[in-house]
Protein backbone atom coordinates (compact mmCIF):
# COMPACT_ATOMS: atom_id res chain seq x y z
CA UNK A 1 0.00 0.00 0.00
CA UNK A 2 1.52 3.52 -1.12
CA UNK A 3 1.89 5.71 1.49
CA UNK A 4 3.08 9.17 1.58
CA UNK A 5 6.09 8.34 4.18
CA UNK A 6 6.86 5.12 1.77
CA UNK A 7 6.51 7.35 -1.84
CA UNK A 8 10.04 7.79 -3.35
CA UNK A 9 11.52 11.15 -2.38
CA UNK A 10 11.95 12.90 -6.00
CA UNK A 11 8.01 11.77 -6.39
CA UNK A 12 7.08 13.32 -2.90
CA UNK A 13 8.93 16.70 -3.71
CA UNK A 14 7.25 16.92 -7.17
CA UNK A 15 3.71 16.94 -5.34
CA UNK A 16 5.02 18.92 -2.64
CA UNK A 17 5.79 21.54 -5.43
CA UNK A 18 2.14 21.57 -6.31
CA UNK A 19 0.63 22.18 -2.89
CA UNK A 20 0.15 25.86 -3.05
CA UNK A 21 -0.18 26.24 0.56
CA UNK A 22 -2.25 23.00 1.16
CA UNK A 23 -1.06 21.59 4.82
CA UNK A 24 -1.93 18.07 3.60
CA UNK A 25 -1.15 15.36 0.50
CA UNK A 26 -2.73 12.59 0.04
CA UNK A 27 -1.97 9.77 -2.13
CA UNK A 28 -4.00 7.12 -3.89
CA UNK A 29 -2.84 3.72 -2.10
CA UNK A 30 -1.72 1.99 -5.56
CA UNK A 31 -0.67 3.44 -8.76
CA UNK A 32 -2.94 3.43 -11.78
CA UNK A 33 -1.97 1.34 -14.76
CA UNK A 34 -3.36 2.82 -17.83
CA UNK A 35 -2.38 1.67 -21.38
CA UNK A 36 1.27 0.48 -20.34
CA UNK A 37 2.36 3.79 -18.34
CA UNK A 38 1.68 3.92 -14.40
CA UNK A 39 0.47 7.26 -12.32
CA UNK A 40 0.52 8.47 -8.65
CA UNK A 41 -2.46 9.74 -8.24
CA UNK A 42 -2.54 12.96 -5.78
CA UNK A 43 -5.15 14.76 -3.44
CA UNK A 44 -4.44 18.06 -1.66
CA UNK A 45 -6.93 19.47 1.35
CA UNK A 46 -8.05 21.39 2.79
CA UNK A 47 -8.36 23.38 -0.71
CA UNK A 48 -9.54 21.42 -3.35
CA UNK A 49 -6.98 20.49 -5.81
CA UNK A 50 -5.41 16.99 -7.33
CA UNK A 51 -2.31 16.25 -9.33
CA UNK A 52 -1.31 13.17 -11.28
CA UNK A 53 2.34 12.53 -11.28
CA UNK A 54 3.90 9.52 -13.60
CA UNK A 55 6.08 6.98 -12.33
CA UNK A 56 9.01 8.59 -13.49
CA UNK A 57 8.06 11.77 -12.40
CA UNK A 58 6.40 13.55 -15.32
CA UNK A 59 4.06 16.23 -14.81
CA UNK A 60 2.06 15.58 -17.88
CA UNK A 61 -0.41 18.21 -19.22
CA UNK A 62 -3.86 17.65 -18.62
CA UNK A 63 -5.07 16.05 -22.03
CA UNK A 64 -2.56 13.76 -21.07
CA UNK A 65 -3.58 12.34 -18.03
CA UNK A 66 -7.25 12.82 -18.41
CA UNK A 67 -7.53 9.24 -18.89
CA UNK A 68 -5.52 8.20 -15.69
CA UNK A 69 -7.50 10.28 -13.91
CA UNK A 70 -10.48 10.26 -15.04
CA UNK A 71 -10.45 6.01 -14.34
CA UNK A 72 -8.83 6.90 -10.82
CA UNK A 73 -11.50 9.33 -9.79
CA UNK A 74 -14.01 6.38 -10.96
CA UNK A 75 -12.59 3.71 -8.60
CA UNK A 76 -11.98 6.28 -5.85
CA UNK A 77 -15.34 7.71 -5.78
CA UNK A 78 -16.98 4.09 -6.13
CA UNK A 79 -14.91 2.38 -3.34
CA UNK A 80 -15.72 5.73 -1.43
CA UNK A 81 -19.72 5.22 -2.15
CA UNK A 82 -19.61 1.53 -1.15
CA UNK A 83 -17.59 2.09 2.38
CA UNK A 84 -20.21 5.21 3.13
CA UNK A 85 -23.18 3.86 2.34
CA UNK A 86 -22.67 0.30 1.82
CA UNK A 87 -21.55 -1.25 5.08
CA UNK A 88 -23.87 1.02 6.92
CA UNK A 89 -26.71 -1.38 4.53
CA UNK A 90 -24.69 -4.32 5.40
CA UNK A 91 -24.88 -3.62 9.36
CA UNK A 92 -28.33 -2.57 8.92
CA UNK A 93 -30.17 -5.88 9.92
CA UNK A 94 -32.19 -5.78 6.80
CA UNK A 95 -31.56 -8.95 6.06
CA UNK A 96 -32.75 -10.75 9.41
CA UNK A 97 -35.84 -8.14 9.70
CA UNK A 98 -37.24 -9.19 6.53
CA UNK A 99 -36.39 -12.78 6.90
CA UNK A 100 -38.86 -12.69 10.11
CA UNK A 101 -41.38 -10.98 8.30
CA UNK A 102 -41.13 -13.03 5.60
CA UNK A 103 -42.36 -15.75 8.64
CA UNK A 104 -44.58 -13.67 10.37
CA UNK A 105 -46.47 -13.16 6.51
CA UNK A 106 -46.75 -16.81 6.09
CA UNK A 107 -48.15 -17.62 9.70
CA UNK A 108 -50.88 -15.00 8.75
CA UNK A 109 -51.39 -16.57 5.53
CA UNK A 110 -52.36 -20.22 7.09
CA UNK A 111 -54.20 -18.15 9.61
CA UNK A 112 -56.38 -16.52 7.56
CA UNK A 113 -56.52 -17.95 3.92
CA UNK A 114 -59.77 -20.21 4.01
CA UNK A 115 -61.87 -16.65 4.97
CA UNK A 116 -60.73 -13.88 4.06
CA UNK A 117 -61.65 -12.01 0.72
CA UNK A 118 -59.66 -12.88 -2.32
CA UNK A 119 -58.22 -9.38 -2.99
CA UNK A 120 -57.12 -9.33 0.59
CA UNK A 121 -55.78 -12.80 -0.34
CA UNK A 122 -53.71 -11.12 -3.35
CA UNK A 123 -52.53 -8.13 -1.45
CA UNK A 124 -50.78 -10.72 1.10
CA UNK A 125 -48.85 -12.55 -1.85
CA UNK A 126 -48.16 -9.19 -3.11
CA UNK A 127 -46.70 -7.93 0.57
CA UNK A 128 -44.48 -11.67 0.66
CA UNK A 129 -43.27 -11.00 -2.84
CA UNK A 130 -42.10 -7.55 -1.77
CA UNK A 131 -40.04 -9.23 1.77
CA UNK A 132 -38.96 -11.70 -0.80
CA UNK A 133 -37.14 -9.06 -3.43
CA UNK A 134 -36.27 -7.17 -0.51
CA UNK A 135 -33.70 -9.85 0.88
CA UNK A 136 -32.90 -10.90 -2.59
CA UNK A 137 -31.67 -7.36 -2.99
CA UNK A 138 -29.93 -7.39 0.00
CA UNK A 139 -28.22 -10.45 -0.49
CA UNK A 140 -26.19 -8.79 -3.74
CA UNK A 141 -25.47 -5.55 -1.60
CA UNK A 142 -23.40 -7.98 0.96
CA UNK A 143 -22.24 -10.09 -1.50
CA UNK A 144 -20.75 -6.95 -3.69
CA UNK A 145 -19.98 -4.71 -0.68
CA UNK A 146 -17.99 -8.00 0.57
CA UNK A 147 -16.45 -8.16 -3.25
CA UNK A 148 -15.63 -4.50 -3.71
CA UNK A 149 -13.57 -5.07 -0.30
CA UNK A 150 -11.60 -8.02 -1.86
CA UNK A 151 -11.36 -6.02 -4.51
CA UNK A 152 -9.46 -3.10 -2.21
CA UNK A 153 -7.56 -5.18 -0.16
CA UNK A 154 -5.86 -6.97 -3.78
CA UNK A 155 -4.90 -3.56 -5.08
CA UNK A 156 -3.46 -1.86 -2.03
CA UNK A 157 -1.02 -5.52 -1.48
CA UNK A 158 -0.39 -5.05 -5.15
CA UNK A 159 0.02 -1.39 -5.20
CA UNK A 160 -1.49 -1.56 -8.30
CA UNK A 161 -4.80 -0.71 -9.83
CA UNK A 162 -5.43 -1.27 -13.61
CA UNK A 163 -8.30 -0.05 -15.98
CA UNK A 164 -10.50 -3.77 -15.54
CA UNK A 165 -9.84 -2.93 -11.70
CA UNK A 166 -11.39 0.37 -12.26
CA UNK A 167 -14.33 -0.76 -14.18
CA UNK A 168 -15.01 -4.01 -11.77
CA UNK A 169 -15.46 -1.35 -8.57
CA UNK A 170 -17.59 0.45 -11.03
CA UNK A 171 -19.84 -2.37 -11.48
CA UNK A 172 -19.37 -3.11 -7.87
CA UNK A 173 -20.83 0.65 -6.72
CA UNK A 174 -23.91 0.58 -9.43
CA UNK A 175 -24.72 -3.38 -8.69
CA UNK A 176 -25.24 -2.33 -4.95
CA UNK A 177 -27.02 1.16 -5.27
CA UNK A 178 -29.30 -0.35 -7.89
CA UNK A 179 -30.61 -3.26 -5.23
CA UNK A 180 -30.95 -0.39 -2.86
CA UNK A 181 -33.27 1.23 -5.40
CA UNK A 182 -35.35 -1.51 -6.01
CA UNK A 183 -35.58 -2.22 -2.40
CA UNK A 184 -37.43 1.20 -1.77
CA UNK A 185 -39.14 0.53 -5.88
CA UNK A 186 -41.09 -2.59 -4.08
CA UNK A 187 -41.85 -0.74 -1.19
CA UNK A 188 -43.64 2.08 -3.02
CA UNK A 189 -45.25 -0.59 -5.56
CA UNK A 190 -46.44 -2.32 -2.46
CA UNK A 191 -47.98 0.50 -0.54
CA UNK A 192 -52.12 -0.66 -1.21
CA UNK A 193 -51.15 -3.87 -0.52
CA UNK A 194 -49.76 -3.19 2.76
CA UNK A 195 -52.43 -0.99 3.71
CA UNK A 196 -55.03 -3.28 2.99
CA UNK A 197 -53.61 -5.99 4.67
CA UNK A 198 -52.97 -3.82 7.40
CA UNK A 199 -56.52 -2.50 7.53
CA UNK A 200 -57.85 -6.03 7.21
CA UNK A 201 -55.91 -7.46 10.19
CA UNK A 202 -56.68 -3.79 12.80
CA UNK A 203 -60.37 -4.87 11.74
CA UNK A 204 -60.36 -8.80 12.07
CA UNK A 205 -58.11 -8.80 15.17
CA UNK A 206 -60.72 -9.77 17.26
CA UNK A 207 -61.44 -13.00 15.19
CA UNK A 208 -59.62 -16.18 14.11
CA UNK A 209 -59.51 -16.75 18.12
CA UNK A 210 -57.57 -14.22 18.66
CA UNK A 211 -54.94 -15.12 16.75
CA UNK A 212 -53.87 -11.87 14.56
CA UNK A 213 -53.71 -10.22 17.85
CA UNK A 214 -49.79 -10.98 18.20
CA UNK A 215 -49.40 -11.06 14.54
CA UNK A 216 -50.78 -7.66 14.36
CA UNK A 217 -48.21 -6.54 17.25
CA UNK A 218 -45.36 -8.39 15.32
CA UNK A 219 -46.42 -6.30 11.82
CA UNK A 220 -46.85 -3.35 13.29
CA UNK A 221 -43.03 -1.84 13.35
CA UNK A 222 -43.01 -2.66 9.67
CA UNK A 223 -46.08 -0.22 9.03
CA UNK A 224 -43.82 2.44 10.04
CA UNK A 225 -40.66 1.27 8.88
CA UNK A 226 -41.41 0.47 5.01
CA UNK A 227 -41.34 3.07 2.28
CA UNK A 228 -44.73 5.03 1.18
CA UNK A 229 -45.09 7.77 -1.16
CA UNK A 230 -45.15 9.92 1.81
CA UNK A 231 -41.83 9.25 2.92
CA UNK A 232 -39.45 11.64 2.58
CA UNK A 233 -37.36 11.13 -0.64
CA UNK A 234 -40.13 9.06 -1.92
CA UNK A 235 -40.57 11.92 -5.03
CA UNK A 236 -37.04 11.83 -6.00
CA UNK A 237 -37.09 8.13 -6.91
CA UNK A 238 -37.70 8.56 -10.74
CA UNK A 239 -34.71 11.04 -10.34
CA UNK A 240 -32.36 8.05 -9.13
CA UNK A 241 -34.06 5.41 -11.55
CA UNK A 242 -32.73 7.45 -14.77
CA UNK A 243 -29.29 7.90 -13.20
CA UNK A 244 -28.47 4.77 -12.27
CA UNK A 245 -30.06 3.14 -15.70
CA UNK A 246 -27.19 5.11 -17.09
CA UNK A 247 -24.66 2.44 -18.54
CA UNK A 248 -21.93 4.96 -19.35
CA UNK A 249 -18.27 3.74 -20.09
CA UNK A 250 -15.30 5.36 -17.72
CA UNK A 251 -14.10 7.65 -19.98
CA UNK A 252 -17.80 9.22 -20.20
CA UNK A 253 -18.21 9.42 -16.39
CA UNK A 254 -19.58 12.96 -16.09
CA UNK A 255 -18.73 13.71 -12.27
CA UNK A 256 -14.70 12.52 -13.18
CA UNK A 257 -14.89 14.40 -16.16
CA UNK A 258 -16.58 17.51 -14.26
CA UNK A 259 -13.31 17.21 -11.59
CA UNK A 260 -10.78 17.87 -14.08
CA UNK A 261 -10.85 21.81 -13.50
CA UNK A 262 -9.57 20.60 -9.95
CA UNK A 263 -6.18 18.73 -11.71
CA UNK A 264 -2.82 20.97 -10.97
CA UNK A 265 -1.36 19.64 -13.95
CA UNK A 266 -0.48 21.93 -16.78
CA UNK A 267 -3.18 22.62 -18.65
CA UNK A 268 -1.25 22.60 -22.15
Known sequence: MITIKSLPDHILNIAKGFQE?????????????????RYYYFKFSPKRGQLIVREDGAVLTINQVKKAFVYGVVYN????????????????????????LCRI?????????????????????????????????QKNI???????FELASKTNDLE??????????????????????????????????????????WTKKFSYNLKLLPILVQLFPYKNHMRTSQTI?????????????????????EDALAALNTLRNPSN
Open 77 to 100: TSFENITKFGLEWVESGTLQRYQK
Open 21 to 37: NNKQIHVFPSLLDIEGD
Open 142 to 148: EFVVGKS
Open 160 to 201: LVTMDDCIQMRKYNESMVRSAFRQNEVQLETEEDRARVFKYI
Open 105 to 137: LTKLSSTIHQQAPQEVINSLTNFKECADEIIKE
Open 233 to 253: GSDEMESIKIMISKDLIIEQS
